[in-house]
């Protein structure tokens, strides 16, 4: 029989050659997580919590799903009831005047993702083993100036998903160099990913499966709204090869605090599939550059641009020369709305080829697929189990 000892090493000796598959490309080219450090499996939720928030550089591997929805107790919680459709309409917490015009009821929710989520500090890989590891009932933080990280091939699910403010899936805000990877995301209370109003500097979001598949929705459709806002102050952000299913709005919103903020987005060659609201959503200070993305069964793709937002959205071969004329060495991949979607405004403003949107080699490096490649490519690649 093995000495506790002796299992104990040959554990660390398997999971030392774990780390991240691949290498970032755009604005979180440079994310190297905790690097070569020997990759471990935590042994309980509280070890996991340790581990991420702590000062050492680590590569953490998780084998399972660590449960957190009982971890930290409930509260009680005033919400409100805006939406009166049937079935199973979501409620939202009473807060920033949410329910100001509502009856408010009290509910008992779980302080996991409500109000203790997981810290991550800097130098840090989250890792996922095989298609069955993750965290449920409690989401990421990833603030507070941290830097160098990487959360790859986890799911994230089943945070108070009935409850409009129950949790976001992973905040990045005043954080650089991040790398979010390979991921599933579904049953959220909140947002699947937001970057808050501090910057998120030198970020990628690549290859995720962001579920909108809901039992609790705005609509009573089963489409999750509340999809992906990005709203900092100085984000510079690579949103590539994912696919956004079955959400109803928020796919992605975008804009700042401020119409002197500025945000900067390249958002490319994703699919954007059965969403019954809308996908783009472009506010204040946004400078977009979208290309090479496929909108399939999409209510309408683009539900407006601020006047003091900014978007370079090509859909002809005559739109795609705005890369050429802009120096970036190469054209712009065309977007493709198919006929079960709705029509988008025409949005070429070339004002974001001011923006290092045009200079960074993050963006002019960062060749597109063609479009027509997208769809297959996306739902053959996106989420968790298909790096290992």
Same mark, same amino acid.
């Given at each position: 029989?093995?000495?506790?000892?002796?299992?104990?090493?040959?554990?660390?000796?398997?999971?030392?050659?774990?780390?991240?598959?691949?290498?970032?490309?755009?604005?979180?080219?440079?994310?190297?997580?905790?690097?070569?450090? !020997?990759?471990?499996?935590?042994?309980?939720?509280?070890?996991?919590?340790?581990?991420?928030?702590?000062?050492?550089?680590?590569?953490?591997?998780?084998?399972?799903?660590?449960?957190? $929805?009982? !971890?930290?107790?409930?509260?009680?919680?005033?919400?409100?009831?805006?939406?009166?459709?049937?079935?199973?309409?979501?409620?939202?917490?009473? $807060?920033?005047?949410?329910?100001?015009?509502?009856?408010?009821?009290?509910?008992?929710?779980?302080?996991?993702?409500? =109000?203790?989520?997981?810290?991550?500090?800097?130098?840090?890989?989250?890792?996922?083993?095989?298609?069955?590891?993750?965290?449920?009932?409690?989401?990421?933080?990833?603030?507070?100036?941290?830097?160098?990280?990487?959360?790859?091939?986890?799911?994230?699910?089943?945070?108070? %998903?009935?409850?409009?403010?129950?949790?976001?899936?992973?905040?990045?805000?005043?954080?650089?160099?991040?790398?979010?990877?390979?991921?599933?995301?579904?049953?959220?209370?909140?947002?699947?990913?937001?970057?808050?109003?501090?910057?998120?500097?030198?970020?990628?979001?690549?290859?995720?499966?962001?579920?909108?598949?809901?039992?609790? =929705?705005?609509?009573?459709?089963?489409? %999750?709204?509340?999809?992906?806002?990005?709203?900092?102050?100085?984000?510079?952000?690579?949103?590539?090869?994912?696919?956004?299913?079955?959400?109803?709005?928020?796919?992605?919103?975008?804009?700042?605090?401020?119409?002197?903020?500025?945000?900067?987005?390249?958002?490319?060659?994703?699919?954007? =599939?059965?969403?019954?609201? %809308?996908?783009?959503?472009?506010?204040?200070?946004?400078?977009?550059?979208?290309?090479?993305?496929?909108?399939?069964?999409?209510?309408?793709?683009?539900?407006?641009?601020?006047?003091?937002?900014?978007?370079?959205?090509?859909?002809?071969?005559?739109?795609? /020369?705005?890369? =050429?004329?802009?120096?970036?060495?190469?054209?712009?991949?065309?977007?493709?709305?198919?006929?079960?979607?709705?029509?988008?405004?025409? /949005?070429?403003? !070339?004002?974001?080829?001011? $923006?290092?949107?045009?200079?960074?080699?993050?963006?002019?490096?960062?060749?597109?697929?063609?479009?027509?490649?997208?769809?297959?490519?996306?739902?053959?690649?996106?989420?968790?189990?298909?790096?290992?």
């Amino acid at each position: 029989m093995l000495s506790a000892a002796k299992f104990s090493a040959l554990t660390l000796s398997f999971v030392s050659s774990a780390y991240a598959i691949g290498t970032a490309v755009g604005f979180g080219k440079s994310t190297t997580g905790g690097g070569s450090a !020997t990759a471990q499996v935590p042994s309980s939720n509280a070890e996991l919590a340790t581990w991420l928030s702590d000062s050492t550089a680590r590569v953490i591997q998780l084998n399972s799903i660590y449960d957190f $929805t009982s !971890t930290y107790g409930t509260s009680s919680v005033s919400v409100c009831s805006p939406w009166t459709c049937t079935p199973n309409p979501q409620s939202i917490v009473a $807060t920033l005047g949410a329910c100001d015009s509502y009856t408010t009821r009290t509910v008992t929710m779980n302080n996991a993702g409500y =109000s203790t989520n997981l810290k991550v500090g800097s130098n840090k890989t989250l890792l996922g083993k095989g298609s069955s590891a993750g965290i449920k009932g409690i989401g990421l933080k990833i603030q507070d100036g941290v830097s160098n990280i990487i959360i790859q091939n986890i799911k994230i699910t089943d945070i108070n %998903h009935q409850y409009v403010w129950g949790g976001d899936g992973i905040l990045i805000s005043n954080a650089t160099n991040v790398w979010i990877d390979h991921n599933y995301f579904n049953r959220v209370g909140r947002q699947f990913l937001t970057t808050g109003f501090g910057n998120a500097k030198g970020v990628t979001i690549s290859n995720n499966y962001f579920d909108g598949t809901a039992t609790w =929705s705005t609509g009573c459709d089963n489409h %999750h709204y509340w999809g992906i806002i990005l709203a900092g102050q100085g984000d510079t952000v690579t949103f590539v090869n994912n696919w956004l299913y079955y959400t109803a709005g928020r796919s992605p919103h975008t804009g700042g605090q401020a119409s002197t903020d500025t945000l900067l987005y390249h958002f490319v060659n994703n699919y954007i =599939s059965s969403n019954t609201g %809308h996908a783009l959503d472009i506010g204040q200070g946004t400078r977009m550059l979208a290309e090479g993305n496929y909108f399939a069964s999409v209510k309408t793709p683009i539900a407006g641009v601020d006047t003091n937002g900014h978007l370079y959205f090509p859909t002809t071969v005559n739109d795609a /020369y705005g890369c =050429s004329n802009a120096n970036m060495g190469r054209y712009c991949e065309w977007n493709r709305i198919d006929s079960s979607s709705g029509t988008p405004g025409t /949005y070429l403003d !070339t004002s974001v080829f001011s $923006t290092i949107l045009a200079t960074d080699s993050s963006v002019k490096g960062l060749t597109p697929k063609g479009v027509a490649d997208v769809p297959a490519y996306v739902q053959a690649n996106a989420g968790v189990g298909k790096v290992n």
